[in-house]
């Protein structure tokens, strides 16, 4: 079955600290990929998306990802975390082939950020 | 990216009640739009995927007779949820799909049930 992990439910960082979040997923093909972040109480904001070519996909706040098909993961990286960055990332991914598919998403992972 | 645009924000309800939830899509043509749940601290759920002039497709579980989706034009879609009840609590997120494959959210509806 297709399925969208993220290992870690919660991270603590230090303000200015690097950051990278975990994402492996499990689809029969390389399926399109989404980073999304969530504020409390609000709905969710795509951070990037990687559906082909450089497997390193930049997004915006600042935030980048890295496809690797080896791995079959698709981690989200922040070289110096802001206090503002503290929110709930969701990895999802969905089939390629036309617009159609369900978007499956990760469990989420908390972020918490100390100042 | 596309906006897409939830009204109400927050709304509460006496058990037994009906809620009606509006989803807009601000900026974009959505032939397709999609209904989710989220409880506190856990991942969405998809309810139902609503197709523009047709009926709704429902996720297995999803029980079609008590959240009922109309997507009226190709920018609106509401999710009426019919005789709450406190279980039925929850925050409710509508989506949309662009032609380029993106899926944008909306703010969230947050439903009580007392």
């Known amino acids: 079955a297709q399925s969208v992990t993220q290992p870690d439910i919660h991270i603590t960082v230090s303000e200015g600290a690097s950051l990278e979040l975990r994402c492996n997923y499990s689809?029969?093909?390389?399926?399109?990929l989404f980073w999304y972040v969530q504020s409390p109480g609000q709905g969710l904001q795509l951070l990037l998306k990687y559906f082909s070519g450089d497997t390193l996909v930049q997004g915006i706040k600042g935030f980048e990802a890295e496809f690797k098909r080896s791995q079959s993961s698709f981690n989200l990286r922040k070289p110096s975390v802001h206090w503002s960055d503290a929110a709930e990332y969701f990895c999802?991914?969905?089939?390629?082939?036309?617009?159609?598919?369900?978007?499956?998403f990760g469990q989420g992972t908390t972020l918490q950020v100390k100042p | 990216g596309a906006v897409v645009s939830q009204h109400p924000s927050r709304v509460i309800c006496k058990s037994g009640t009906s809620v009606k939830i509006e989803c807009r899509s601000l900026?974009?043509?959505?032939?397709?739009m999609f209904w989710y749940r989220q409880f506190p601290k856990q991942s969405l759920m998809l309810m139902a995927t609503?197709?523009?002039?047709?009926?709704?497709?429902?996720e297995q579980g999803v029980e079609k007779d008590k959240f009922l989706i109309n997507h009226a034009s190709l920018t609106l879609s509401t999710l009426t949820v019919t005789s709450a009840h406190p279980e039925d609590s929850s925050f409710y997120i509508c989506?949309?799909?662009?032609?380029?494959?993106?899926?944008?959210f909306g703010p969230g509806t947050r439903l009580t049930v007392t």
């Open positions: 999802a991914a969905r089939s390629r082939g036309g617009n159609t598919g369900k978007l499956i």
């Open positions: 689809y029969g093909a390389t399926p399109y």
């Open positions: 989506s949309v799909r662009t032609r380029n494959y993106e899926q944008y």
């Open positions: 900026d974009f043509q959505a032939t397709t």
């Open positions: 609503s197709n523009e002039g047709s009926k709704a497709t429902y």
